[in-house]
């Protein structure tokens, strides 16, 4: 059974904050909330560990992993920003959005797109997830807890979640409820923004 951090949604205590990073940077699967849902996440370089993400969400090679970055200055490091996208995110992020953006050799491969070499980066705006991203120093290799059973209403109660995969992750922090709409991707890979998935954030703004 995995541990259970009752951590509190507004000011997160650093303690236990500190006790999750341990949990992930020694290979652990975690679940974690989000400005949107809440979230599976692991090291950016644990195969092992994505390999599990893949058996619970029961996902092929194709699915695209997104890296949960703490701000803007750190998303310069795992991808490639041109002027354009770099005014767009300053203004959406932190925000229930994920940026496909072409990725830099910082990603590893395994969680680039095969032949685009982009990779989708998202800061949420959740105070737990955004202490958890400053304490580990490096994004976190993220994906919505959205079940194959589930037909796009994922959990939004932490007990549900434990009673569903408690034996399948190695920690799962509860942060009180979260929402059901997945973050909106929008696609920058060429400057040009085109919403590619319709979520939580106003998708309306990169539409003329």
């Not at 090291?43 to 803007?72: S, Y």
């Not at 300053?90 to 229930?96: D, M």
């Not at 105070?127 to 807890?145: F, H, I, N, Y």
């Amino acid at each position: 059974m995995s541990q259970y951090f009752e951590i509190h949604p507004e000011t997160p205590q650093p303690r236990l904050i500190q006790q999750a990073v341990k949990i992930i940077r020694e290979g652990g699967v975690v679940v974690y909330p989000t400005d949107s849902t809440y979230a599976l996440g692991c090291a950016m370089g644990e195969k092992q560990a994505l390999e599990r993400i893949r058996l619970i969400r029961r996902l092929g090679n194709k699915h695209n992993f997104t890296l949960a970055c703490r701000d803007l200055s750190e998303i310069g490091t795992y991808a490639r920003i041109e002027n354009t996208a770099y005014r767009l995110l300053k203004a959406f992020t932190p925000g229930p959005y994920t940026f496909v953006l072409r990725a830099t050799g910082e990603v590893p491969r395994r969680l680039q797109h095969p032949k685009r070499k982009t990779i989708g980066i998202r800061v949420p705006d959740h105070p737990v997830a955004r202490a958890l991203l400053e304490a580990l120093g490096e994004p976190l290799m993220s994906t919505s807890l959205l079940l194959p059973e589930q037909d796009d209403m994922p959990y939004t109660d932490p007990q549900d979640i434990r009673e569903a995969i408690g034996k399948q992750v190695d920690l799962i922090i509860d942060a009180g409820p979260c929402g059901m709409e997945p973050s909106t991707v929008v696609d920058l890979y060429d400057g040009v923004p085109e919403v590619l998935r319709r979520g939580k954030g106003d998708a309306s703004v990169f539409e003329t």
